[in-house]
């Protein structure tokens, strides 16, 4: 069944969400997952975008509240005092939004396909939520938008981590032919393979996948699983049965993600808004959009299909890649 997406101007905020039953959301605590950007990014979602949000739930009487969870690598963003002070810096205060920030630095598990994802405790009790995700690039999956905002951005450090080391590659030498195709491919010239000798810098490796998909010989597997397919299970992990209504902000597309302080240029000029009830439709939606702009700009500059997280997404039930566009 096609999902409807809605394509919207910001004056039209209130008529796009009207039409994903925003009224249930009346007297409720609603949480708002968005990514409040690492230091030194310019790209994330504004504060004064974010209080439109924010404006739309109080005329309900909802009790909104912004909400992230801690990184996994070092920096100010990886303990729940430091994020505290970085959405300050970036403006995302109760005097310029209208709400609160929540950040949450611990998880409970929930089995999805057989593995456990920690979901981030506030996301886990939370039955109302409203998703506001950036849409960019990014160096791991190509892109990221609400399936990442929820895949990692909803998940505990624990599980950040297992999903990062899980989707590294494993190498089983006797089947290997040193054809050199993986190496060519990899994003970060984390492989070398040379004469009969192949080597991957463990450090240099984001466990992109990208390697694995083009050895023929099968000499490289997940040690666990490809990236962008957890990535779509943890998605699930965080919003299944729960009331949640998705906004795709596609304006100041970066090559990579908020987390990343150096993560220009702008690869895309600005599209607008998307707003739906599915994570997978409009993240198709949004990547359809781009690709109408600057055809697989994310592919060339991150050089990893973005298509993967929406297909996993659909293969596990986390919402449908078949959508009707609405321009409102
Ligand atoms: S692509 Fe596969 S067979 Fe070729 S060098 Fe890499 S691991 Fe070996
Ligand atoms: S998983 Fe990605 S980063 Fe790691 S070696 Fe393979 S291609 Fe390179």
Redo the contacts with the bound molecule.
Sequence with gaps: MKKVVFFFDLNKLHDAVENFNIQSFADKKVLIKLHMGEVKNKFFSKPDFVKHVVDELKKINAKPYLFDTTVAYLGLRSAKSGYEKVAKMHGFTPGKVGCGVVIDDKGISVKIENRDYEVAEHLFESTHIFAISHVKGHIATGMGGAIKNFGMGGVSKKSKINMHVGSK?R??KD?????????EVCPFTA?K?KDDS?NRNEASCFGCGV?VD???????SYKEADFQYVLACAAKACIQDKNVIYLNELKRIARSCDCDPFAGPVICPDIGYLVSDDPVAIDKASLDLINDVKKDIFEKENKVSPFKQIKFGEEIGLGSASYQLIDL
């Design positions: 590659p190498y089983t089947k290997c032919t040193y054809c050199g195709a993986c190496a492989i393979v192949w390697c083009s050895c023929e010989d099968n000499a490289l």
